[in-house]
């Protein structure tokens, strides 16, 4: 279960450079392409002729041609035409609302007359010189919903990231979970600890001793349909903290747009948005490569969690307090699913 | 569903020449052998002793000795010997009509009874010293008939083999397809157009110019159960096209026999016979290698459009002109079956 | 179907050595861990917080610390802490009855009342100065039965195994099989034959004759619930054959010990112990590479045979006199999965 009449991160725009790509998300198999080099569209991945995948076509002035028997499909889903055939009783094939922005190309897998550009998340660090990005793909063999526990309780960096952004302090710190409309916030602020491995790394990235104590703060934010955004930084201490002027801290925004494949896998975007040297390509290179690495820890857990829970359907999970962040975010989430079950009814 | 009283080709004669070969055709999980380095045999792979696949035994004496426990079985499916007992009461298993003939092995699936070799299609060129063959095998996860449609609408060349054996002539010349019986044909014919590269290649293996323009034709003959035999060549432009004399001309025959595996998965036997230049075997080899390049083009269109289909199975699909063979031909399938059908039920 | 209320071979003390082992046994999913260093505990393999796998956790202070959060788990599946919460109410997971013995872990995957470590089956081998072991661990996909019915006939080590312990005698010399309670033994006394090369290797590792002829036994010891001891040996001709004297002999003990992981799945721990030059650590290895390398010609058969078992599950196989082994384990089997059942209902 996954809302549809929402938008979700479809693919970087890399990946529809050369050649249409074919994905599914939340069970649609969808070929994304650039119909012209500044335009996106995305269809059914269906051809209306012998159901091949047009996601193995060629796009030629405008049209997406089947790579099959030169069907040329329009992005709105209607055949144009086909060599030595009349196409106007061809049948239609899905077009899907879809969206380029900062830096990712969306879509909006439910109902299109419902689909609305401007709910689409505004990332305020994109296009702004202010701040670099770097990011990365993951396919994981889980629920969506186990991503979002994950990337709102930290806790689990003790333990799983221990040799990177892990640190005992981060357990020792309660968080704490608020909740304004559909928008969940955990937050843990730690003062006066030593910075972990990953953000000794950053710290020397920004010019700034990497061997003094510090204050460290995490903010999750979640916002649906599965977006966790995460303000992430340490400052030396005493210097303000989370409000530390910039010379004197590391910060930065990880990014995780959670996409649904199916029930029970996703397409799981991860990134992150830094507010010191963005003019320093090698170093958002060693941060991708370095994030790319500690995120790549939980795929093993997230798979194993996710068979064990389909072994016993039945089995109550705790929901502690650590775990508010997530069950808030499932609340926002159940909501969503049961208004557009409702209406759908009507 | 497929036709099982009927010849299909289950294998080459070197896949036996060593040891058993072990494949499902029609469902039926087949062992293939020699008893003598003259005959072939073919049984169900099922020892009646503990049920090992007979495909892992050896041929000892003209006998199948079980590679388990040494039942040794004969052509027959009756047990002949078994050590250290008496096998007049071991239940026989099945033995399937089988046949070398035109340098093929081929098997019935269906009911023995019925099964007469005269009707196993004729391949004139084997044997033939004015002809040359070389071919191959893959492996696909698709219907046998959506290979059927593949091959009887070779306008997918100009899309799938581009590079190679497409052109856009191919598209804009209208086939025309014809029904005798169970004989499907569709052909088409190019005049004055430029060779693409296959064909250039061809042209130079047999002396001839490769710049200057060609006549082309392809003429698909369907025969059932699912058999595509492709007439294929070019001559120099104004010598009489398909009848001009062999000195003006390269031609061949493009060999493909399809045998289900199960219902959605096929041996698909490939290969060229030509009328050219047939003791240069470099040439043979050569053009084996740029076939099976190929026609390898079309194994992910083939199983991604069977996905398709199978995850829609609803969706009715088009049947356009340039898809009459293959509508024609899955018309003879389905004569076919219907007949077993009721044979079966009388 | 499996009996549960008995002891199987879990694993081996290296795989738990370093960290804890996730492994399914009858369907259970366990981990092993050592709490300690001289002790081992076996749970589910589910975290009661969020079902992640304990697997993937540490041990800290006799605690298994699960790798996702932290949660500490006690050998007695009762949750000790975790941090910055109050673990009182928190379920409990199952603990499951394991002990180290002979040099293998054992688990009792059923009614953990019932478990009695006296009725784990004695080693005798284990700790005796006199005898050295090697061994190793495959996993294959067959019913566990399969695995019992291919050691208690070695008939078939004439053909799987033809270029190493195989040789045409086993054949020609008929075995017996005796019942007694629930232990079966199918054995064979072949006289005056040639040593087949794995047993000429033996010879020669004990510093005898490989040339001359031999007397060579095999005797096959079935024990609840699949556990298979086969004593093997050849003395020289004449001097007495099983009960010849050392100096005359190269004998030892296959070791099978079969644990269902599922119902078409095994993990299968071969082995041999020998009681000759037990402090040859070079003979150990050399034996243990070349049993693992006989074995795994198994692997193929089973597996296949496994699979046109479950293809035609209404074809009753044959039960010859070579498979008297197999037939009484089987009735041995299904008399202790009866009682289960019975004991179940009660």
Tied chains: 1, 2, 3.
């Excluded at 119909?35 to 002035?61: M, Q, W, Y």
């Excluded at 072994?311 to 989430?333: E, F, T």
């Amino acid at each position: 279960m996954f809302p549809k009449n929402t938008w979700y991160v479809a693919c970087t725009p890399d990946e529809i450079a050369d050649q249409p790509l074919g994905r599914k998300v939340c069970n649609e198999s969808i070929v994304f392409y650039r119909p012209t080099p500044d335009s996106v569209a995305a269809l059914e991945d269906f051809c209306p002729h012998r159901g091949a995948p047009l996601s193995l076509g060629k796009v030629c002035e405008g049209k997406l041609v089947c790579g099959y028997h030169g069907l040329e499909m329009g992005c709105d889903g209607k055949t144009v035409a086909m060599p030595g055939q009349r196409v106007r009783g061809f049948p239609a094939i899905r077009s899907f609302p879809v969206v380029e922005r900062y830096g990712f190309i969306w879509v909006w897998p439910g109902d299109a007359a419902l689909a609305d550009p401007a709910t689409i998340h505004h990332l305020h660090w994109h296009g702004n010189p202010e701040w670099a990005y770097g990011g990365g793909l993951f396919h994981i063999a889980c629920d969506y919903r186990l991503m979002v526990d994950n990337l709102m309780d930290l806790t689990h960096e003790t333990y799983v990231h221990s040799s990177s952004i892990g640190q005992k302090e981060i357990d020792e710190v309660p968080c704490k979970t608020t909740v304004d409309g559909d928008h969940v916030v955990t937050s843990r602020f730690m003062e006066n600890i030593m910075a972990p491995p990953f953000w000794q790394m950053a710290l020397r990235g920004n010019g700034l001793a990497d061997d003094v104590p510090v204050d460290r703060w995490q903010i999750c934010h979640f916002t649906p349909p599965s977006h966790v955004l995460i303000e992430v930084g340490v400052a030396h201490a005493g210097k303000g903290g989370y409000d530390a002027a910039p010379e004197h801290k590391a910060n930065s925004i990880v990014v995780d747009f959670i996409t649904p494949e199916t029930e029970t896998s996703i397409h799981y975007f991860w990134g992150m948005a830094r507010q010191f040297k963005p003019d320093d390509q090698a170093l958002t290179d060693s941060i991708r490569v370095g994030q790319g690495k500690i995120f790549s820890e939980d795929l093993e857990m997230l798979e194993k969690q996710q068979r064990n829970l389909l072994k016993y359907p039945d089995r109550k999970l705790l929901m502690l307090n650590i775990d508010a962040g997530g069950v808030q975010s499932r609340r926002v989430i159940d909501r969503l699913l049961a208004a557009e079950q409702s209406a759908a009814t009507a």
